[in-house]
Every structure is written in structure tokens, then in C-alpha cells.
């Protein structure tokens, strides 16, 4: 370089080199993870201070030995016992369809882990919170790669490869024990005066499809929604053997409809009125408890009743059930 001192060239290339380091080390601090919206999202590199909108992040976090800041809920005050409870001692911010934005923002969350279609709306408010990432948390063939980007973000990825590939193992092995030949129609869905049912790729759908069972809402369309509504007349006809009902509290209109005491489910006693586990399945613990519910459900002289802690609490690492 003419004219430049070689005290000056001394400090040019020092500041280049520190420029650098500064660079990198600023690299270092975050990681780039591409969300089910298709977004791409700058996330900590350890990240701490987890909230989830939606139970699924909790699942997840729990799963790995992680305690959330903050998180949503299903029912207020109900704390799931496929959780162990746990979300009692984490600040509620809210129910999953309509987090409350300043309870969130007073958790100081450095990671926000959301449902999307509950989030579109306010992804904008979301994201001057803190980082966040939207996944869709609907299908069994999503519930595989969502462990696993969430795992990965969360500093975990060999244990999320290992929860993936038991839960594979366990469906297998489920399945295989399942009685040969039998298969009992079953619907899963949200109580009220038309009710809301799940079509097959649905997670919990999927996993009772995969034991036997036979689907009265049948498979999605090419493009369509994750569900339908399915009217008393026509679940009649269709005549489900066992169904499960998402409990959200104690109002049950469909009961008060006269079809539903002709319904086959009915009159043997095989309506199941299912926890959260069963809304929110696409987490590591949930799906596994669902797993063992439907197979006893199903094939009750199979398969034993469930012991829904015991069994969290296999998965749940002992630090955190303290």
C-alpha cells in the first residue's frame, strides 16, 4: 500500500482481524432454523427461556430436561397430568387460541414456540417479543421433523432422534400386538351441537389408525383442512364403536342431542372423554401416552389401562419432578 506506514498498516490489519472476530463471535450467538410458515428465523444459540403457545413446546422442553418460563393452556387452572402437572409451576399466559401478549412479554422469553394458525395474526407482535418459531402440530408425519428442529434449537438433537426413533419402535410394536383382523370404527373429536372430527393424518387419528381402528372421517382431501364436522345424523349412519371426545369442561351439547344415546359407542360405554394429550399430541410424551390410551381403548382385553403419570414420568427426567 503506498504511502501507508508500516504502523498504520499494523493497525488497519489488526482492526480487519478484530472486525472479524467480532463478526464470527456475533455469528456465534445465533443459529438459522426455517419454520413451517417457511420462515427464516434467527434464533439464540442457547436458547434459555423457553414459552410455548401451545402445550407442545412444553412437551418438548420437558422432554429434554428443560422447564419452560411460560406457556398456554387448554382449560384454565387444569394442569395435564401427561405434563405430571408440571405447568402449574410455569407462568400461564393464557389459552392457546388467544395467548395474552403482556403476560408473555413479562416472562422475557428469549425463544417463542407457537401454533401457527393460533399465531398468524400477531406474528408481528410476537417476534418483538422475542425470536419465534410457528409449527403446524397437526399431523403424525410433521410430529417427527417438529421433535426434531425443536430438539436441535433447544442444544438437544441426539435426544430428539432418540425420542423419534423409540416412538417409532413402540407404534411398531403396539401395532404388531394388536389383535389380527379387527377393526373397530372410532372417531375423534370436539364436543358441541356439530362436531368437529379428525380426519386420519391427524396425529391421534393416525395413531389409533395405525393400532387397527377404522376412521369414520376417512383421510384428509389433497389440500384440505385437518378435519370436518361430522353432524349427529351422519355419525349415525356411519355409527362409530368407540369415540374419543376432546374434553374441553363440562359443557357437552352433543349429549343433549337424542342420536347420541343410538350411537353404537353410546350404549356399550365406549365414549372416552380424553386429556389434552390427546389435542396436543405432536410432543414426545403426548404421543406416547395417546399410543398406550387407544390401544387400551381399543382392545381392552389386550392391552392394560394406562397409568398416565407413571408413564410420563419415564420420559420426564427426574431433575424436573422435583
Not at 395435564?80 to 400461564?92: E, M
Not at 373429536?189 to 386420519?200: A, I, L
Amino acid at each position: 500500500m503506498p504511502g501507508l506506514s508500516k504502523l498504520a498498516l499494523g493497525l488497519t490489519l489488526t482492526l480487519c482481524l478484530t472486525g472479524a472476530a467480532m463478526g464470527h463471535a456475533e455469528d456465534a450467538k445465533n443459529r438459522t432454523f426455517t419454520d413451517e410458515r417457511g420462515v427464516t428465523v434467527q434464533v439464540p444459540a442457547h436458547p434459555e427461556r423457553i414459552a410455548s403457545i401451545s402445550f407442545f413446546a412444553t412437551d418438548v422442553a420437558l422432554a429434554l430436561g428443560i422447564k419452560p418460563v411460560a406457556t398456554t393452556y387448554m382449560v384454565a387452572n387444569r394442569y395435564p397430568d401427561y405434563l405430571l402437572g408440571l405447568t402449574k409451576d410455569v407462568k400461564q399466559i393464557g389459552q392457546r387460541a388467544k395467548p395474552n401478549l403482556e403476560l408473555l412479554s413479562e416472562a422475557k422469553p428469549d425463544l417463542i414456540v407457537a401454533m401457527k394458525r393460533y399465531t398468524a395474526s400477531n406474528a408481528d407482535a410476537l417476534q418483538k417479543i422475542a425470536p419465534y418459531v410457528a409449527y403446524n402440530m397437526e399431523l403424525l408425519s410433521e410430529s417427527y421433523t417438529e421433535v426434531a428442529q425443536l430438539s436441535d434449537m433447544l442444544g438437544k438433537p441426539e435426544r430428539g432422534a432418540a425420542l423419534n426413533a423409540d416412538f417409532k419402535m413402540h407404534l411398531e410394536e403396539f401395532a404388531a400386538k394388536a389383535p389380527k383382523g379387527k377393526h373397530p370404527r372410532f372417531q375423534i373429536m370436539w364436543g358441541g351441537d356439530t362436531p368437529f372430527s379428525f380426519h386420519t393424518e391427524n396425529t391421534a387419528a393416525s395413531i389409533v389408525a395405525a393400532l387397527g381402528g377404522d376412521n369414520i372421517a376417512g383421510p384428509m382431501t389433497p389440500g384440505g383442512k385437518f378435519g370436518q364436522e361430522i353432524s349427529l345424523e351422519t355419525m349415525l349412519t356411519k355409527d362409530p364403536e368407540v369415540i374419543f371426545v376432546m374434553d374441553s369442561g363440562p359443557d357437552r351439547p352433543h349429549e343433549n342431542n337424542p342420536i347420541w344415546s343410538q350411537l353404537s359407542a353410546v350404549k356399550n360405554k365406549r365414549v372416552f372423554y380424553v386429556g389434552d394429550e390427546w389435542v396436543e399430541t405432536n410432543g414426545p410424551i403426548a404421543r406416547e401416552l395417546v399410543l398406550r390410551e387407544a390401544a387400551h381403548y381399543l382392545y381392552p382385553d389386550t392391552f392394560p389401562a394406562v397409568d398416565i403419570k407413571a408413564e410420563a414420568a419415564k420420559i420426564i427426567p427426574a431433575s424436573l419432578q422435583k
